[in-house]
């Protein structure tokens, strides 16, 4: 081979290696401009499922507004009563000031709810009182105004032992919610993976 077809062959070589290097760098470029549409669709997509959430959330805080502003509303009532001993010791204060004197029976009893996590146990009281027709009714309001989250079971009036008396039977349950262990269940939940689209 004299050096003419030398320098053919090395040419040819060399012009070879650059085309491969060519098609490399082109199919690498390529694959480097699908992969960032790719990266720009989603971060697009992505933004709209942002922006349609804001919107729902808003929506969603605004429809809501005033079932949660009642429900603020409620929370010291429910805050107020948490165990047994001050359930008790509400009735026993209300009892107190109202002048009510003559109780003629009167238990409380726990009671629980192990399916219901946001209201696992409530207290329920019965109370035989006696009393002056005003005290006793009263004292059943102020009952109600100091527990407003209790639910009146049972109320008996009858005559009591005088005409200006009435004996009163009443039973009412108090719960005792537990918010804390509600939210830990809520965030415990797991959230529903979106489906994805199939590719063609």
């Known amino acids: 081979m004299n050096p003419k077809q030398l320098a053919c062959v090395v040419l040819l ?39 349609t959430a804001e919107i729902e959330t808003a929506v969603f805080k ?3 507004e005033d079932l ?20 008790e010791q509400t009735i026993e204060l209300s009892l107190r000031e109202r002048g009510i004197n ?9 009671k629980t709810a192990a399916n219901n996590k946001l209201i696992p146990r409530s207290v329920v009281t019965t109370l035989t009182i006696e009393e002056e027709f005003a005290k006793v009714l009263n004292w059943l309001g102020d009952i109600e105004r100091r527990l407003p ?4 079971k049972v109320v008996q009036i009858t005559g009591g ?21 509600a939210d830990a269940d809520k965030k415990k939940v797991p959230a529903k993976p979106k489906e994805k689209a199939n590719k063609s």
């Open 13 to 51: 070589m060399i012009i070879g290696a650059m085309t491969y290097t060519a098609q490399i760098i082109h199919n690498t470029v390529a694959t480097t401009r699908a992969a960032a549409e790719e990266a720009e669709t989603a971060a697009v997509t992505a933004e709209n499922e942002r922006s």
């Open 62 to 64: 605004t429809d809501t």
């Open 68 to 87: 949660r502003r009642f429900l603020r509303s409620w929370l010291p009532a429910i805050d107020h009563v948490q165990t047994q001993q001050e359930a």
């Open 102 to 110: 003559l109780v003629r029976s009167r238990k409380t009893e726990p």
């Open 149 to 152: 989250t209790a639910r009146m």
């Open 161 to 181: 032992s005088t005409g200006t008396q009435l004996k009163m039977e009443v039973s009412f349950e108090t719960p005792i919610f537990d918010l804390a262990a």
